[in-house]
């Protein structure tokens, strides 16, 4: 997970941006599923968050996608962004 602090008045720009990380994220080997994301409580915040087959595959893909990423770099929420399950519980 990536968050992100969007002015309101670049939003649409990040949008889009962000439609071209994840599909050259789906791209890359490893890659589950991803969505970009807006806070319905602070609409300024946003995630870019993603599913990957381990975290090499995600550190990997980062790598591979650090030219398209990097207009947003700006307005990343500069924190830990690769986190491992600990416990999974579905819904059934």
Known sequence: MIRYTVP????QDFVKQG?????TFAEQPGFQW???ARSVDEPNL???V???EG???YRRALSAARMV???MMILMVHEPSAFEDVYLR???
């Open 8 to 11: 309101e008045s670049q939003s």
């Open 19 to 23: 439609h071209i990380i994840l599909d």
């Open 34 to 36: 991803g969505r970009l």
């Open 46 to 48: 946003w995630a870019l």
């Open 50 to 52: 993603t599913e990957w």
């Open 55 to 57: 975290a090499g595959f």
């Open 69 to 71: 990423m990097y207009p």
């Open 90 to 92: 579905d819904g059934a």
